[in-house]
């Protein structure tokens, strides 16, 4: 593996990273207030998500870009 491809890898799981942790809080958020979780427990579940999810779709479009990288 070439460090262009490394780059590309990293650049994914950032990207990937960047875009679920932004759909989780607000996804969190509005589970959150639809099933009236109390007080500060709201932030805690809504970190929770934002966490979750930046890592799982950081994960998967960083194991894409490793598949795609290998193509080209």
């Known amino acids: 593996m070439d460090n262009r491809c490394?780059?590309?890898i990293a650049?994914?799981?950032?990207?990937?990273?960047a875009l679920g942790g932004s759909m989780?809080?607000?996804?969190?958020?509005y589970e959150a207030?639809?099933?009236k979780v109390p007080g500060a427990l709201k932030i805690?579940?809504?970190g929770q998500t934002t966490l979750s999810s930046?890592?799982?779709?950081?994960?998967?479009?960083?194991?894409g870009s490793?598949?795609?990288?290998?193509?080209g």
């Open 44 to 46: 805690r579940y809504v």
């Open 6 to 8: 490394l780059n590309r």
């Open 66 to 71: 490793l598949i795609h990288c290998g193509r």
């Open 54 to 63: 930046a890592a799982i779709f950081g994960l998967f479009l960083g194991a």
């Open 33 to 35: 207030f639809r099933y």
């Open 11 to 17: 650049n994914g799981c950032a990207i990937g990273g």
């Open 24 to 29: 989780g809080a607000l996804y969190g958020t």
